[in-house]
């Protein structure tokens, strides 16, 4: 499986490993990752921590076929992708993605497609907990109050 | 000789829909996950009847519908023993 949610703390090494791993032998001449990590600051707010959760069965069918596309869109040899969930401290890994390519250029390109659909289009949410105010789901314009 | 002719205002059979709740819609039903006897044909019925319609205004345009583990159509048609899910903006990454 290239495309993972985790309830566990992802361990950058073990993944770089996988990706190495998963692509053909010694045809990557480029490895590019993309670590998104837990930050003190939302939109001028301190943030104490975050909370992920994620809509598993579909995360993952969503996340590979986004992999898919990296592999058929760019001249890349791998592409893997993992995603927390759960609660979150300030400086922890939230995402990881790595592509391994034969050249730095298609690497590149594909670790940013890959991350961004992976934000806009796989059914994860995230909970910010504020120094200031109440926790908040992010992206939400406001409660749904049935 | 006429065949009979079945009437469409006939009322539907009431099915049986598993929602699961996530993030704000869980907030919100309070739950993570209920049966509903409904005679809502579509995700977009079933959304009205829950009561979220009335609140949210244009959900077709921010928020997704599941049908049974994959993303579907606000119209499409629910079937008895399905599984639906809404979900809300989403903030991954």
New interface residues.
């Given amino acids: 499986m290239t495309f993972q949610i985790t309830s566990v703390p992802i361990d950058p090494s073990t993944w770089r490993d996988a990706l190495v791993q998963d692509a053909p032998a010694l045809a990557a001449g480029g490895i590019v990752v993309f670590e998104?990590v837990v930050r003190d600051h939302s939109a001028g707010r301190p943030v104490l921590s975050l909370e992920?959760?994620?809509?598993t069965?579909?995360?993952v069918?969503?996340g590979e076929r986004i992999l898919a596309e990296a592999r058929a869109r760019f001249a890349i040899e791998e592409a893997v992708a993992v995603?927390r969930t759960g609660h979150l401290a300030l400086g922890e890994t939230?995402?990881w993605v790595g592509v391994a390519a034969a050249h730095r250029g298609a690497a590149f390109d594909a670790c940013r497609f890959v991350?961004d659909e992976?934000?806009?289009?796989?059914?994860?949410?995230?909970?910010e907990h504020y120094a200031d105010g109440p926790a908040e789901?992010?992206?939400?314009?406001g409660?749904?109050?049935? | 000789m006429l065949q009979p002719v079945r009437r469409s205002a006939e009322p539907p059979d009431p099915m049986q829909i598993r929602l699961v709740h996530y993030a704000l819609f869980r907030d919100a039903r309070g739950r993570d996950a209920e049966t509903v006897t409904t005679t809502a044909a579509t995700p977009r019925a079933l959304f009205d009847e829950l009561g979220f319609g009335a609140a949210l205004a244009s959900p077709e345009s921010w928020i997704r519908v599941a049908v049974n583990d994959d993303f579907a159509a606000w119209d499409a048609r629910l079937a008895d023993g399905d599984t639906v899910v809404f979900i809300a903006p989403t903030a991954g990454g």
């Fill in positions: 998104g992920y959760e994620a809509y069965a579909l995360a069918r969503e995603h939230a995402v991350i992976l934000k806009a289009r796989v059914p994860i949410w995230k909970r789901w992010v992206g939400v314009p409660p749904p109050a049935p």
